[in-house]
């Protein structure tokens, strides 16, 4: 993907700060800290466009990339941060639902997990929350570069049990510190993204 444009179109703190030009979304979903902004900055050939943290739970707005004046990325607050507050929480919580089951131009997910760790029961709880909306979702191992290839071989397969994920669910190693697996993850987003026409983000069961 030739990236001509990026800029950070809009940040949205509820429903009616979202952007409305109807142009394709892309989601990217994921525990706090688990480096969502450094996977988009890696795609996007951008040092500092989306803003990284490394105090967790720092994210509590949806932000909108908007990229080569076609589709957007959606960086959206992390989930599973156990500091912050439960209303505090609940409000994240009942954004970002708001925003996957009822916004028309989400033409898909990308759910980040950190490929070193087995995956957190909130992970699994997403994933499946994904499904069960039926949601287009990729799902990413970050961090591949902290791993020997043999070990992240062998915990591929592991994070695809625990999240449950079909034989046909994408599962993409991805480093945002090397680029490694950044043509291959271009490759499914586009897919998604030519599918919006016909799927709206959604699969069929």
């Known amino acids: 993907m030739l990236i001509r444009s990026a800029a950070l179109e809009r940040v949205a703190y509820k429903k009616n700060e979202m952007p409305r030009d ?23 050939g ?23 004046d076609a589709f957007y990325f959606v960086d959206l607050p992390g989930y599973g ?19 996957l089951t009822e916004r028309e131009p989400l033409c898909g997910t990308v759910q980040v997990v950190d490929c070193r760790h087995r995956p957190s ?3 699994l709880l997403m994933a499946r929350w994904l499904r069960f909306h039926r949601l287009a979702a990729i ?9 020997s290839r043999g070990a992240l071989i062998r915990q591929l397969p592991q994070i695809r049990s625990f999240l ?11 480093s945002a510190r090397t680029g490694a697996g950044r043509e291959r ?6 897919v998604l993204l ?12």
Do not use: C
């Open 81 to 99: 941060y156990a500091r912050a507050g439960k209303k505090e929480q609940r409000a994240w919580g009942a954004l970002i639902e708001q925003y």
């Open 22 to 44: 109807g142009l394709p979304e892309i989601a990217f979903l994921g525990r706090s800290n688990v480096g969502k902004s450094s996977l988009i900055n890696r795609l996007l």
């Open 121 to 123: 029961e909130d992970d």
């Open 139 to 147: 799902t990413v191992a970050s961090k591949s570069d902290k791993l």
């Open 194 to 205: 030519k599918h919006r026409n016909s799927g709206e983000g959604r699969v069929d069961q």
């Open 185 to 190: 993850l271009w490759s499914a987003l586009v």
């Open 164 to 174: 449950e994920l079909g034989e046909m669910e994408e599962l993409l190693p991805f």
């Open 46 to 68: 951008r040092k500092r466009l989306a803003y990284t943290s490394s105090t967790p739970g720092k994210t509590r707005a949806l932000y909108f990339y908007r990229i080569n």
